[in-house]
């Protein structure tokens, strides 16, 4: 087995008139936590996007377990196994906590057909999902809402977790309440993708790290590498970790 579980070579995505990623070539080893990093505007999002198919590449190559995905349609995407979180969370509002969750659950119709100890195993990482589980999900507060959706991104194992800056608006001590539960993941073998803004999670958390600015990889490596070499920070994020 490769121990790349997904690979993009040379990915150039365009939005309506404007090309915004410039050839990205990025990997994701399997089991590892990688980070992609980058400014505002770098092509993070749009990379994510262009993965699941919700932009098409116009030219370059995504291979996920060695099978190219490039002219997939989402929910075939989807179907190989992988999960993903976007940046504005992509729960329902009006439905229950429990609904979002089964939903996400293939062939579950109600909770008691979910499987036990996973659903305790979530609950335990996020303990807003058991307390709100009959709440309409949007009338949870917005670091309650990320928890619901990155619950239902790991309702049941995927191969592949993708996620737009899980910690995007949380407090401090939820941000914690999120990074161990990335780190349970990990633990359990996950191969994920963060998207991260939040510098002290992204070094807490990650293996392996990208950094893009405008549309293309600028670094690739180990994040401890990066996390030691402040010179390389200051030139590739204009920041120290
Ligand atoms: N729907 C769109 N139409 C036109 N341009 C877009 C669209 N979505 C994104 N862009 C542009 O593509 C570029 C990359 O955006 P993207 O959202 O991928 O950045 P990002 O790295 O995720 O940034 P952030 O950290 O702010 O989330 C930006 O210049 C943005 O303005
Ligand atoms: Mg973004």
Redesign the pocket.
């Given at each position: 087995m490769s121990d790349k579980l997904l690979e993009l070579s040379g990915v150039h995505t365009h939005?309506?008139a404007?090309h915004?990623l410039h050839g990205v070539d990025l990997c994701v080893p399997r089991g590892q936590l990688t980070m992609l990093l980058?400014?505002?505007?770098?092509?993070?999002?749009?990379?994510l996007r262009t993965i699941m198919g919700l932009w098409q590449a116009s030219q370059g190559s995504i291979r996920f377990a060695g099978q190219e995905i490039a002219h997939m349609a989402t929910p075939t995407i989807a179907r190989q196994s992988i999960a993903y979180v976007p940046?504005n969370m992509g729960i329902f509002a009006d439905l229950t906590v429990e609904q979002n969750l089964l939903l996400a659950a293939r062939g579950a119709a109600h909770a008691g057909q979910m499987e036990a100890a996973r659903l305790q195993w979530i609950f335990g990482l996020f303990p807003a999902v058991e307390k709100f589980w009959h709440y309409p999900a949007g009338k949870l507060s917005g670091g309650q809402k990320q928890m619901v959706a990155v619950a239902r991104a790991i309702v049941e194992p995927r191969d592949l977790l993708i996620i737009?800056?899980p910690s995007k608006g949380l407090a401090p001590a939820i941000i914690d309440n999120m990074i161990a539960a990335f780190e349970q993941l990990k633990a359990a073998g996950s191969t994920i993708l963060l998207?991260e803004?939040n510098i002290h999670f992204a070094q807490r958390l990650g293996d392996s790290v990208a950094v893009?600015d405008d549309?293309r990889i600028v670094h690739a490596g180990s994040m401890q590498e990066l996390a030691e070499d402040r010179e390389l920070q200051q030139s590739l994020l204009g920041l120290a970790l």
């Amino acid at each position: 087995m490769s121990d790349k579980l997904l690979e993009l070579s040379g990915v150039h995505t365009h939005i309506g008139a404007y090309h915004i990623l410039h050839g990205v070539d990025l990997c994701v080893p399997r089991g590892q936590l990688t980070m992609l990093l980058g400014r505002n505007g770098a092509g993070k999002t749009t990379t994510l996007r262009t993965i699941m198919g919700l932009w098409q590449a116009s030219q370059g190559s995504i291979r996920f377990a060695g099978q190219e995905i490039a002219h997939m349609a989402t929910p075939t995407i989807a179907r190989q196994s992988i999960a993903y979180v976007p940046e504005n969370m992509g729960i329902f509002a009006d439905l229950t906590v429990e609904q979002n969750l089964l939903l996400a659950a293939r062939g579950a119709a109600h909770a008691g057909q979910m499987e036990a100890a996973r659903l305790q195993w979530i609950f335990g990482l996020f303990p807003a999902v058991e307390k709100f589980w009959h709440y309409p999900a949007g009338k949870l507060s917005g670091g309650q809402k990320q928890m619901v959706a990155v619950a239902r991104a790991i309702v049941e194992p995927r191969d592949l977790l993708i996620i737009d800056e899980p910690s995007k608006g949380l407090a401090p001590a939820i941000i914690d309440n999120m990074i161990a539960a990335f780190e349970q993941l990990k633990a359990a073998g996950s191969t994920i993708l963060l998207v991260e803004q939040n510098i002290h999670f992204a070094q807490r958390l990650g293996d392996s790290v990208a950094v893009m600015d405008d549309g293309r990889i600028v670094h690739a490596g180990s994040m401890q590498e990066l996390a030691e070499d402040r010179e390389l920070q200051q030139s590739l994020l204009g920041l120290a970790l």
